[in-house]
Nanobody, 124 residues
Framework: VQLQASGGGLVQAGGSLRLSCAAS????????MGWFRQAPGKGREFVAA????????DYADSVKGRLRISRDNAKNTVYLQMNTLKPEDTAVYYC??????????????????WGQGTLVTVSS
């Protein structure tokens, strides 16, 4: 499975962006999907996750209520709608796929495939 993240850019604090993650390759298999981010000089951290069915969602406390994860399995695409952005949201955002399609995980090592990342910069 190949993952292609897109939609990053420069936005002012309080603004919005929508990230997309398009999957190609072995998309007939079911995957849970996650978004992670890595700020300059920091480690990669969990942001949000969604199961294959979309029935279970998980969010980091720092983004709860502002970011929303969703997916369209017909388009093999996962989205991250980002609202009320803050300067501390500045990071490279990565999408990842987990073959454990019925649950979500925040653990980086549990994910089998990763996208290349898309940069989000929030100015104050």
């Amino acid at each position: 499975v190949q993952l292609q993240a897109s939609g990053g850019g420069l936005v002012q604090a309080g603004g919005s962006l929508r990230l997309s993650c398009a999957a190609s390759g072995r998309t007939s298999s079911a995957y849970s999907m996650g978004w992670f981010r890595q700020a300059p000089g920091k480690g990669r951290e969990f942001v949000a996750a969604i199961t294959w069915s979309g029935g279970t969602l998980d969010y980091a406390d720092s983004v709860k209520g502002r970011l929303r994860i969703s997916r369209d399995n017909a388009k093999n695409t996962v989205y991250l709608q980002m609202n009320t952005l803050k300067p501390e949201d500045t990071a490279v955002y990565y999408c990842a796929a987990d073959r454990n399609w019925y649950g979500t995980t925040r653990v980086i090592g549990d994910h089998d495939y990763w996208g290349q990342g898309t940069l989000v910069t929030v100015s104050s």
